[in-house]
């Protein structure tokens, strides 16, 4: 019976309680739907990434600004520190000569 239960526990922690340590749910969780169902606009929107030259980091970062995302959650998915995010910030707002999430914003989706 103690054996049973035992697994049981098991199971419970492994599907329910730690999701992150799952690797199917760690996957499953961490890819991101960066991408648009529509692909024309998603097109529009990489070809303003190459007019702005930003790294590959950078067009990580403005797709999650793109759906909404804080700092705090474009940080932990991207396996970076705060203090990173927020460089990499500064670094696309003087890119893209803007100076708030906002008009980045309507850059991106006005292009």
């Known amino acids: 019976m103690s054996y049973a239960v035992g697994i049981m526990l098991l199971l419970f922690f492994v599907f329910v309680k ?5 690797p199917f749910l760690f996957f499953a969780r961490k890819i991101p739907h960066l991408l648009n169902e ?4 998603n097109k529009e929107i990489d070809m ?3 007019s702005f030259r930003l790294t590959p980091r950078e067009k990580e970062i403005v797709r999650y600004i793109l759906m909404g995302r804080n700092g705090r959650y ?3 998915n991207l396996h ?3 203090n990173t995010f927020k ?3 500064k670094n696309i707002f003087r890119k893209c000569n803007v100076s708030n999430r906002q008009e980045l914003i309507d850059i991106f989706r006005k292009n």
């Open 38 to 41: 529509n692909k024309h606009y």
């Open 87 to 89: 460089t990499h910030m």
């Open 48 to 50: 303003s990434f190459d």
């Open 74 to 76: 474009i940080a932990e």
């Open 18 to 22: 730690a999701d992150d340590y799952n």
């Open 80 to 82: 970076i520190s705060e």
